[in-house]
């Protein structure tokens, strides 16, 4: 017989759902670190990051009933990243984003996760659109044909230099339009739920 210690998180959760609090606190010792550390790297406060992750296992505790989870670590990250948004806006102040957004976590299997990824695409395309033909030609060069700076100068006869920072400038606009795009999902999702 496994020992309760040694349960995969899917036995976890069905006991969660069930009402048991010693999986519960196995949850938590097995993801309160995981999920205090990323929620540090975004919002930077420690007492802020306790707090958010303390909510986190508490709604867990209180909607474990309702809850349908598949694959708890991503939800859980998930929780935290929407979380974090949360405190954004309450703050109104801009988001770290320390990781690049491809590490952003999802389920590759969810059908969230497909429609998220296409309206992710989708909003690229249209913010790419808006761009001056210059800087949409620069953009489509080095992500779409994945040429070097140096390929793109020469073959567009510009600077390197000017190349880098039209690049620099376009990640940081694109980033930041995506962060808006991120905190309306997320406080639609939250007005949905």
Same mark, same amino acid.
Request: glycine letters at 2%; proline letters at 2%; one cysteine or more.
């Given at each position: ?5 040694? %349960? ?15 999986? %519960? ?9 995981? %999920? ?9 406060d420690n007492e802020l990051s306790e707090e958010v992750v303390q909510d ?65 695409? %989708? ?71």
């Amino acid at each position: 017989m496994t020992s309760i210690n040694n %349960l995969s998180d899917l036995e976890l959760v069905v006991r969660l759902k069930n009402g048991d609090e010693h999986a %519960l606190r196995l949850i938590y010792k097995k993801y309160w670190k995981i %999920l205090f550390n990323n929620c540090y790297r975004r919002l930077h406060d420690n007492e802020l990051s306790e707090e958010v992750v303390q909510d986190i296992f508490a709604d867990l505790w209180e909607k474990k009933a309702t809850r349908e989870i598949d694959n708890l670590e991503a939800y859980l990250l998930s929780a935290v990243k929407y979380a974090v948004f949360r405190q954004y806006k309450r703050k109104r102040f801009l988001p770290f984003f320390e990781e690049p957004l491809e590490h952003l976590v999802y389920d590759e299997n969810s059908a969230d996760t497909a429609l998220f990824l296409k309206e992710l695409q %989708l909003f690229v395309e249209k913010w790419l659109e808006a761009q001056p033909e210059k800087k949409r030609e620069i953009f489509r060069r080095r992500y779409i044909e994945e040429q070097t700076t140096q390929e793109i100068s020469e073959g567009m006869s510009i600077a390197k230099k000017t190349v880098q920072n039209t690049l620099r400038i376009l990640n940081i606009a694109l980033r930041a339009n995506i962060v808006k795009l991120l905190l309306l999902m997320s406080i639609f999702a939250n007005h949905n739920k």
